[in-house]
């Protein structure tokens, strides 16, 4: 073997294994990405939640209304995993909006929460889920 071959073996394993290691941090980025983008999503789903069990009856009198925007300000929320240990909490905001459909019967509201975070301190991902409602539900 001569030193030029030697070489270009040497070049080609580093080439390969600097692959291998870039593969591996992409994943593993796109596994904790993955991780908070689904934990974004059930907080969104838990605000839609707590929204659709807010009281709005019209058959009743007085009439009962407690959906409404200003009974679900913005909340600031952890997403990371419970049980595990991070040096840096990545914080989201919720957003819950409430708009009315249609005024006259049937009446529907419309109900959309955004839950607003970072990734890397570089890229703002917003999770949306949305839903309508109607009274007496």
């Known amino acids: 073997m001569t ?3 030697v070489v270009i073996a040497l070049a080609i ?9 870039s593969g591996y941090v992409y994943c593993t ?21 707590e929204v659709h069990s807010a ?12 959906l409404v925007s200003s009974n679900f300000p913005d909340q600031s929320v952890t997403l990371n995993k419970s049980g595990t240990i991070s040096t840096n909490p990545i ?20 109900i959309r929460v955004d839950c607003i975070w970072q990734f890397k301190g570089v890229e703002t991902i917003t ?8 009274p007496d539900q």
């Open 13 to 21: 394993a580093g080439v390969t294994m600097a692959g291998i290691v």
């Open 29 to 49: 980025n796109l596994s904790v990405k993955d991780s908070l983008f689904m934990a974004a999503n059930a907080r969104a789903m838990e605000q839609i939640e």
């Open 3 to 5: 030193l030029v071959e």
């Open 127 to 134: 999770n949306s889920v949305e839903t309508c409602r109607a």
């Open 91 to 110: 914080y989201a905001t919720i957003k819950t909006t409430i708009s009315n459909i249609s005024s006259t019967p049937p009446m529907l509201r419309r």
């Open 55 to 66: 009281k709005w009856d019209t058959s009743s009198y007085p009439v009962v209304d407690q």
